[in-house]
Structures are given as C-alpha cells and as structure tokens.
C-alpha cells in the first residue's frame, strides 16, 4: 500500500502526495503527476503508480493545489509548476535520480520544470502529451522541450486527438534524446476498444513496461 506524505510549497500551503515504493528498487524515482481532469486517486494514476513500482521504481504521485482544494479549473502554469517542483524536490530526498512523468497536463508542466526551469530530471515520460490544445486547431509551442539534454519517452495512443501520433514522432524525431511508442488502439486516456480484447490493466501494464525498457 502507497505511504501517504504531506507535501509543503509556496509559503506554507500543502498537498497529499502517495508513494510507492518497491520491494527491490533500482535506485530510481519516478514522479508521476495527473492530468488535468482527475488526481492522484483516479484508477488510471493508482494503477500506473503500483505498476511503476513493480518494474522498481519508486514511484509518487500527488495532488496539484487547485485537486487539493476540490476545484475542477486547473490553475494558471506558475502555481501549476510550484507545486510540481516541490513533490520533485521531495521525491528527490529519496532518491537521487528521478524521473519526471506524468499524464496529459501533468507530464507538460514536468517538461516545463524542466526545459523552462532547469530542474535537473534524470529523464521525462509523458503518458499521452497534450500537444493540441482542446478545442484549438494549432499544436502548442514546444521550444522548451528543446533545452531538455536528458532522454525524453512520449507514449500516446494511435486514436489519441491531443497527442496525435503523426505530429508526437515528427517532434520526438526532431529532439536529441526522445523516443516515442505508439499504443495501438489507445485515445488520449489510453482507453482501447473493445473488439481488441485488451483491458485497461493490460494497457497500463504496457506503458509500464515500455517505461521501464526505456529508461533502462
């Protein structure tokens, strides 16, 4: 069962976070944010969580301030990434190399902390990027994955309307580091359908795995 932490950000304010830790550990954390729709608890990040830490990591996720609070508008970058940079930073007191991760909006922000404020992550995974906006016809600006020297995993779905395959492989193509798998069948929750004969668990199991082999 996942230890639960309280975690201290701006000036004094606090969010939960969960962390699970493996029976043996390679040594290397993974932070694992949620997306904009749901936290910590949704099924999706529990699952993923647990399944991230069999493959040896020792994985936390947490509770963006505007989740914490009950409230379902995400709030503005700044706040976003204060939050996201002190569960890094106590993920951090740990273990020494940590992975940013996260799904959709979680895994942007960690790019930002990264690529805008040069937090030195071991590596970035993001579970489905949001690189179109909803609702919007342009991708998002994606410079800052740019400043990123460490190696960078995109896994999206073959049906995923956000992170759409025929833009996510041109972008990973064009940075140093970055790599991107294609779930079959996946949209942007990395739901399948039915006719595929796969379960959620199957899929999360896979994104695990696919994790775990790329990191090494």
Known sequence: MARRLV???GSGEKVTARLSVPKSSNGVGLLLAHGAGAGQDHVFMVT???ALAGRGYTAMTFNYAYTE???KAPDRLPKLLAVHLAAADRLRTYCDDVILGGKSMGGRVGSHLAGDEGWAATGLVYFGYPLVPLGKPEPRDTSH????DTPQLFLTGSRDRLGPPDLIVPLAVR???AHAEIIEGGD???KVPKKMGRSQDEVIAELAA???DWFG
């Open 210 to 212: 696919t994790t775990a």
């Open 145 to 148: 994955l740019h400043n990123i």
């Open 188 to 190: 942007h929750s990395f």
């Open 175 to 177: 940075l140093p580091r």
């Open 48 to 50: 993923l969580r647990e």
């Open 7 to 9: 975690i201290k950000w």
């Open 69 to 71: 609070a009950g409230r």
